[in-house]
């Protein structure tokens, strides 16, 4: 390798892992960005050979990964595992208000600002309910 151009490689290795970082979930490739930014500007300061250029980017990454999860590590929000994309699931156990009466099992609740389809013993409407199960977009309830 030529070393006039070594730095080169780095600084382009740099927004290689810059543009990884926006296309992968985490946050790790954007401190190994800066980990090669940084041994990009010492490859232009220093005249060093690639092996010593290898060394620097290697504590430079574990380095920055470390104090990024030092950091903003307490910043990653934890979800209660099993319910992010079954927001219907979520719901049981709440109580609703019957918006149209269910009657022969079939009628509407009130949840938030949405109406739901319903299926459960007869209730009249403004009866308050608690969704007991889900089954597709309708909701299994009974009496509060």
Excluded: C
């Amino acid at each position: 390798m030529n070393p006039t151009t070594l730095p080169w490689y780095w600084a382009t290795a740099a927004l290689v892992l810059a543009a990884l970082e926006l296309h992968a979930p985490g946050a790790y490739f954007i401190w190994l960005a800066g980990a090669a930014a940084v041994t990009a500007g010492l490859a232009f300061a220093i005249d060093t050979g690639w092996q010593w250029q290898i060394v620097h980017f290697v504590l430079l990454g574990i380095i920055a990964v470390l104090l990024g999860r030092q950091v903003f590590g307490h910043r990653i929000v934890r979800r209660a595992p099993g319910k992010l994309n079954r927001r219907a699931e979520a719901m049981i156990g709440t109580t609703v208000t019957v918006v149209d009466p269910i009657t022969g099992g079939v009628g509407r609740v009130q949840v938030g600002d949405s109406p739901w389809p319903a299926a459960g013993p007869d209730m009249a409407a403004g009866t308050l309910a608690r969704i007991i199960r889900v089954d597709g977009t309708t909701l299994v309830v009974d009496p509060a």
